[in-house]
């Protein structure tokens, strides 16, 4: 197993008690579902750690925002 390196995360206690939830509906610890999510988060946005590649979501690439700068619009 990689070694973990303990990290403190200041978060709001809503945000907490619903993550705590989640991680009680899916059978996963607190720290589990928190790492779950962080990985999900940067495979979609192609930055896995891993190499893993982004998931298809619908969005394009404008030209519009100005000269070395792209901003992503939502698709249907």
Do not use: C, H
Request: proline share 8%.
């Amino acid at each position: 197993m990689a070694e973990r390196k303990p990290f403190l995360l200041r978060i709001d206690p809503r945000l907490l008690e619903a993550v705590q939830r989640w991680a009680n509906d899916d059978l996963r610890s607190l720290n589990a579902q928190i790492e779950f999510l962080l990985r999900r988060g940067l495979k979609e946005s192609g930055r896995s750690p891993d190499g893993d590649t982004p998931r298809a979501r619908g969005r394009r690439i404008t030209s519009e925002a100005g000269p070395g700068r792209a901003d992503e619009v939502d698709t249907p």
